[in-house]
Nanobody, 119 residues
Framework: VQLQASGGGLVQAGGSLRLSCAASGRPFSRYVMGWLRQAPGKEREFVATITWSGVRTYDTDSVKGRFTISRDNAKNTVYLQMNMLKPEDTAVYYC?????????????WGQGTQVTVSS
């Protein structure tokens, strides 16, 4: 599976961005999709996960109520809608895919898209 993330940019605190991740190469609908992020000097952290059937999990408490993960299996695309952005959301955001929800590690990674939130 090849993953191409896009939609990052510079936004003021309180603003919104929508990240997209287009998948190709294998049947997209079979994969659990996730978004992760890595801020400068920090470890990569899980943000959100969505199963093939649309069951969502938000792995970081700080994004609950502000971020929404979704997917369109017909378009082979997963999204991350980010609202009420905060400076601490600044990071490189990665989309990833894995074949089994029980796996702790993802099988495939996109190249990352930079999100910068100014105060």
């Amino acid at each position: 599976v090849q993953l191409q993330a896009s939609g990052g940019g510079l936004v003021q605190a309180g603003g919104s961005l929508r990240l997209s991740c287009a998948a190709s190469g294998r049947p997209f609908s079979r994969y659990v999709m996730g978004w992760l992020r890595q801020a400068p000097g920090k470890e990569r952290e899980f943000v959100a996960t969505i199963t093939w059937s649309g069951v969502r999990t938000y792995d970081t408490d700080s994004v609950k109520g502000r971020f929404t993960i979704s997917r369109d299996n017909a378009k082979n695309t997963v999204y991350l809608q980010m609202n009420m952005l905060k400076p601490e959301d600044t990071a490189v955001y990665y989309c990833a895919a894995k074949s089994d929800l029980a796996k702790s590690e993802y099988d495939y990674w996109g190249q990352g898209t930079q999100v910068t939130v100014s105060s």
